[in-house]
C-alpha cells in the first residue's frame, strides 16, 4: 500500500503532468481539417465539416438513462462512437460549462459556482472569456453558430443585455429565472428583448428553435456549428428564490411511461451502512455524506417517481436527436456533420443515501455520456480512453482544423484510426462550494438541508492495469485527520473541510 506521502506525490505529480501536457500539446502547427473519412476508404472531405453540438442538463451515466432514448442510441452510439469512460471536471452546471466551452480547468477559468461572485454569466463575462471561448473562435475560424437553450446560470432576463453573449450568427437562450420551469420557460432571441412562453413545454420551444437554426445554418454558405442545450433532464424549478427543486415535468405524450422502472439498486444505493466502529463500520463517503441518514421507504419511492420522471422528461431529447439527424439527411449535410451529444454533469439518486443531486465527485455525477458520430468515427464503436469534458475544445478544433491554443488544459480525444488525440489515464476533479439536495427531501434536522463546505479535489485514474475511482471510498486528507485508505481499493481524492 502506498504511503501519505507518497499518495500526495502521485497526485502532486499527476497535477504537473496534466499542466505538462496542456504546455507541450503535439499540435502546435497549423492544421488541415481533420480527414478522417479517407481512413475508412471514403471519399476525401472537400468541404469543412459541421458540427453539431447537443448538451443535456444534468443526465446521468451511471443511472442507465441513455438505455431509454433508443432513438439517440440509434442514431449516436450504433452510427458512432460511444466514450464508455467520459467525465466532467467539476459537476456542476456552470463551472462545468464554462470549463467546456473554453478548454480549461475551472481553476484555470475561476469560475467556480453558478452564481456570482464566483460563477454564472456575470463571472463569465468578468473573467473575459465573454470575446474568448469557442464560438468565438469557431467564427473567426470561417464558421456559422448558433445556439439555443440553457447557456450558463445567472444569465438572466436582467442582464442578458450586459452585454449579450458574443459569437453567435444566431442565439436564443433560456434565462433566469425561468430557465428551469418546464411550463413556463423565457428565451431571448439574437438582441431581442425576452419572451415568455408560458404554458407551453420547454421541451417542444427548444426543438422548434433548434430546428429553425438548423435549417439557416443548412442554407449558409459556410461550415456550421450548432449547439442546442435543452434543461432537460434538470429538475424543475419554478421559484428559484427558494431553490426547491421538483422532479422534472414530461410532456403530456411521455407521462405514462416507464411505470415499474426503478432507481437501479447498485451496490451504493441507500447503503445500510453503520457509523459505530464496534459494529464493523461500513463507510459509504466520507465527511457530509457518510453522516446522512438512511432514507425511509416513502423517501425511497419518491426517489424513484424522481428517476421516472427524468426518463420520461428525456424522451423529449430523443425525439430532438431524431429531429436534427433527420433534418440534416434532407439536406444532405448528415455525412459531412459530426454530432456530439453530451450532458453537462452526471446525478446520483439514492447512491451513498444522497437526495436527488451532483456536485459529488463520485461516479454518477463525474460520468456523463458521450457519443460522437460523423465522417471517420467508427460505428458501433465502445472507446475506451478517459476523456473529459475539457477534451471536447480541443477536440472541435481538430474536427475544424483549427490550430491548438496554447491555452487550452486539455486535448483532442481519440476519433479515429487516424486522429492525433493524445490518450491520457487521469481526470483532474475540482469543486469549490455547495452542495443542494434536490427532491422534497431534506437532510434532516441535524443535517442542514444545503451543505456549505463541499469543497474537494479529485483524482479519478484509469490505466491498464488499474482503476482508481472516486466512488468507493475516499482517501481523505485534512490537517486534523491522519490518512486513511479504508479498503484495498486505493482511491485519489483530497477534501479540503474548513
Ligand atoms: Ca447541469
Known amino acids: 500500500m502506498k504511503s501519505f506521502s507518497g499518495l500526495l506525490a502521485l497526485c502532486s505529480g499527476l497535477l504537473a503532468l496534466q499542466d505538462a501536457v496542456a504546455s507541450t500539446s503535439p499540435q502546435q502547427v497549423i492544421q488541415q481539417p481533420l480527414n478522417l473519412a479517407s481512413g475508412k476508404g471514403g471519399s476525401l472531405i472537400k468541404e469543412r465539416p459541421n458540427i453539431v453540438f447537443i448538451i443535456t442538463d444534468d443526465q446521468d451515466l451511471q443511472l442507465d438513462s441513455i438505455d431509454y432514448t433508443p432513438l439517440t442510441l440509434k442514431h449516436l452510439k450504433k452510427r ?17 460549462r464554462v470549463s467546456l466551452w473554453t478548454g480549461r480547468q475551472a481553476h484555470n477559468t475561476n469560475v467556480t459556482d453558478v452564481h456570482p461572485p464566483y460563477g454564472g454569466y456575470p463571472k463569465f463575462v468578468a473573467q473575459g472569456f465573454n470575446s474568448n471561448f469557442l464560438p468565438v473562435w469557431l467564427q473567426e475560424a470561417g464558421y456559422d453558430t448558433y445556439y439555443t437553450g440553457k447557456l450558463f446560470n445567472a444569465h438572466t432576463i436582467y442582464n442578458y443585455d450586459a452585454p449579450h453573449v458574443a459569437g453567435f450568427n444566431g442565439s436564443d437562450f433560456l434565462l433566469d429565472p425561468y430557465t428551469y420551469s418546464y411550463l413556463n420557460s423565457t428565451y431571448q432571441r439574437n438582441h431581442d ?29 459556410r461550415p456550421f456549428f450548432v449547439a442546442i442545450a435543452p434543461v432537460t433532464p434538470h429538475s424543475n424549478i419554478d421559484h428559484q428564490e427558494t431553490l426547491r427543486m ?14 415499474d422502472v426503478k432507481v437501479p439498486r447498485t451496490e451504493h444505493f441507500n447503503p445500510d451502512t453503520l457509523h459505530n466502529a464496534e459494529l464493523e463500520p461500513k463507510p459509504s463517503g466520507v465527511n457530509w455524506i457518510s453522516r446522512l441518514p438512511q432514507q425511509n421507504q416513502s423517501n425511497v419511492d419518491y426517489n424513484d417517481h424522481f428517476y421516472r420522471q427524468r426518463l420520461r422528461a428525456l424522451q423529449t431529447v430523443d425525439e430532438l436527436v431524431d429531429g436534427v439527424v433527420k433534418r ?26 444522497l437526495q436527488p443531486g451532483k456536485e459529488c465527485g463520485f461516479e454518477e455525477d ?24 475539457i477534451d471536447l475544445a480541443p477536440t472541435l478544433f481538430e474536427i475544424a482544423g483549427i490550430e491548438q491554443r496554447d491555452d487550452f488544459d486539455g486535448t483532442p480525444i481519440p476519433l479515429g484510426k487516424d486522429s492525433v488525440g493524445l490518450r491520457h489515464e487521469h481526470v483532474t476533479v475540482e469543486y469549490w462550494g455547495l452542495a443542494i439536495p434536490e427532491g422534497k427531501y431534506d437532510f434532516g434536522p441535524d443535517n442542514p438541508a444545503t451543505i456549505t463546505n463541499n469543497t474537494y479535489k479529485a483524482l479519478r485514474i484509469i490505466g491498464d492495469e488499474y482503476d482508481l475511482p472516486t466512488h468507493t471510498n475516499y482517501t481523505i486528507y485534512t490537517p486534523q485527520a491522519e490518512l486513511t485508505v479504508q479498503t484495498n481499493t486505493v482511491s485519489l481524492a483530497i477534501l479540503y473541510p474548513e
Not at 422532479?247 to 411521455?254: D, G, K, L, S
Open 366 to 389: 463525474i460520468r456523463v455520456p458521450l457519443f460522437i458520430r460523423g465522417p471517420g468515427i467508427p460505428e458501433d464503436h465502445v472507446e475506451d480512453a478517459v476523456t473529459t469534458h
Open 193 to 221: 428583448p425576452p419572451v415568455s412562453y408560458e404554458g407551453r413545454h420547454t421541451a417542444d420551444v427548444i426543438e422548434e428553435k433548434a430546428l429553425g437554426f438548423l435549417d439557416d445554418a443548412i442554407s449558409g454558405d
Open 328 to 353: 440534416l439527411e434532407e439536406s444532405g449535410k448528415l455525412e459531412n456533420t459530426y454530432i456530439v451529444y453530451t450532458s453537462d454533469n452526471g446525478y446520483h439518486i439514492g447512491q451513498h443515501r
Open 246 to 259: 421538483t422532479a422534472p415535468i414530461p410532456a403530456e405524450r411521455h407521462k405514462h411511461l416507464f411505470n
Open 80 to 96: 458512432g462512437t460511444f466514450y464508455k469512460n467520459h467525465f466532467v471536471t467539476t459537476a456542476l452546471c456552470c463551472p462545468s
